[in-house]
């Protein structure tokens, strides 16, 4: 069963921070175009992080300097960094894969592009 489970969301206050995971099963992870979207109530689901398996790593502006996404190939889980955590980070994170079909090509940032989904986790920060 191809899967993405995400855990670790919660509810901090402006400048803590969480680490998101999301657990990886039904294929190899290091090997997928991964990604965390977040979407805000009533706001369009956004890009965060894109991590592409040839080694790029693309941030939204918004969450540049204070966001990290790694990749623990043993354990097949995507975890995001998230430091100095304000207010407007609040949103349902949601973590998601692709199959690489290109390589030498970056991965795509669009959600669209995008078909394996997590069932998402909400976090939320109070000011």
């Known amino acids: 069963l191809v899967q993405l489970v995400e855990s670790g969301g919660g509810s901090v206050q402006a400048g803590g921070s969480l680490r998101l995971s999301c657990a990886a099963s039904?294929?190899?992870?290091?090997?997928?175009?991964m990604a965390w979207f977040r979407q805000a109530p009533g706001k369009e689901r956004e890009g965060v992080v894109m991590?592409?398996?040839?080694?790029?790593?693309m941030y939204a502006d918004s969450v540049k300097g204070r966001f990290t996404a790694s990749i623990d190939n043993a354990e097949n889980t995507l975890y995001l960094q998230m430091n100095n955590l304000n207010p407007e980070d609040t949103a349902m994170y949601s973590c998601?894969?692709?199959?690489?079909?290109?390589?030498?090509?970056?991965?795509?940032?669009?959600?669209?592009?995008?078909?394996?989904w997590g069932q998402g986790t909400q976090v939320t920060v109070s000011s």
């Open positions: 998601a894969a692709e199959r690489k079909i290109v390589w030498g090509r970056m991965c795509p940032t669009g959600r669209y592009a995008y078909s394996i």
């Open positions: 039904g294929f190899t992870a290091g090997t997928y175009c």
């Open positions: 991590i592409d398996p040839e080694g790029t790593r």
